[in-house]
């Protein structure tokens, strides 16, 4: 996991060494937003880059799916294997596509397209603009909001409100709670290189779980009677918690599969028409057991857990009440 530095590629993983061992993730700096004078909502325009490895990327293709935006927004998406150049796009891996625009080996070379002095990291999720040879957006939770309403004239679902205005106060709470402490909870306990900061990740994450635990156990979603965006953003880090972040982030004290409610709550998501073709395990798992040499300088790959997801689920039991 490499990065930019003045718009040169430089392999370089994260630096902990001055913040006690604490890994701190940068924020995305291409906010552009679609339906502005410069980024019209048009069909055909807009290409999404995206790894099926990463949750923040698999947000915005969830999303893509629900809307029905499929034939008016691209997708490319990159080879699971973060390697010395960090995302690259190749064929040779099923799923994985070839980069469409310009024949591009690397995720870097867009960037550096975007902006030719670029410093940071190179991350998906990537929306971008083809007309103008740039990224519009590469912050995940704007892109989601961006594909929940801008795009609604060429939608095949433009009636889902993922962000209705009347609960939008409860949703960023949650949002809040979730993305500090799941989210990106599982990294900071994942790639800690101190066992205090470590430990303060592991509580705070499974303090939130327990948390979460409690809500689902009174209320069908979230925030409510509806889903709502903040569920899907939860999703992505729950369906990859068994799997990946178990034992390869050392978020150990239990699987989301012995929490009665988080788990039905999974299968429920899992389960909902177009989601499931979004979950790539063969590409979640090569990607991180993989690609993290710091982590398991291996690369062995696990052939299990074996993860039943379309068992049923007992969240229906609250439309009758």
């Known amino acids: 996991m490499g990065l930019l530095v003045n ?25 552009e937003q679609i339906g502005s004078t410069r980024f019209p909502a048009e069909p055909g325009r807009y290409q999404l880059y995206v790894s099926y490895a990463c949750p923040w990327a698999h947000r915005t293709l969830i999303v893509r799916q629900l809307k029905g935006l499929q034939k008016a927004i691209g997708v ?25 625009q310009f024949g591009a080996s690397f995720l870097y070379e867009l960037y550096q397209r975007a902006d030719a002095q670029y410093t940071g990291r190179v991350t998906v999720p990537v929306l971008w603009d083809k007309l103008q040879q740039t990224i519009v ?32 106060a409860e949703i960023d709470a949650v949002n809040e709670r979730v993305y500090n402490a799941v989210n990106n909870g599982v990294y900071r306990a994942g790639f800690a290189t101190s066992q205090a900061a470590y430990q303060e990740a592991y509580n705070e994450l499974f303090a939130a779980l327990d948390w979460l635990e409690q809500r689902l156990a009174a209320q069908r979603y979230l925030v409510g009677t509806q889903i709502t ?38 299968r429920e998501l899992y389960q909902l028409p ?16 993989a690609s993290h040499t710091s982590i398991n300088p291996t690369r062995v790959v696990p052939l ?7 068992a049923p689920h007992d969240r229906d039991r609250f439309d009758q009440r």
């Open 7 to 31: 718009g040169e590629w430089q392999d370089r993983w994260y630096d902990t060494s001055a913040s006690g061992g604490r890994f701190v993730r940068k924020p995305s700096q291409f906010r």
């Open 76 to 100: 490319s998406v990159v080879h699971p294997l973060m390697a010395d150049h960090g995302w690259a796009f190749g064929s040779d891996f099923a799923g994985a596509t070839a980069e469409p």
């Open 137 to 168: 957006n590469n912050e995940s939770s704007e892109i989601i909001r961006m594909f929940n309403q801008a795009f609604d004239r060429f939608a095949e679902n433009p009636q889902l409100d993922l962000y209705p205005a009347a609960l939008r």
């Open 229 to 266: 965006e903040a569920d899907w953003r939860l999703f992505t880090t729950l369906v990859r918690f068994d799997a990946v972040y178990v034992g390869h982030f050392k978020c150990n004290r239990q699987r989301i599969a012995d929490f009665e409610n988080l788990s039905n709550y999974l």
């Open 274 to 289: 177009g989601v499931a073709s979004t979950v790539r395990f063969d590409h979640i798992k090569h990607h991180y057991y």
């Open 304 to 310: 299990g857990p074996e993860l039943n997801l379309e």
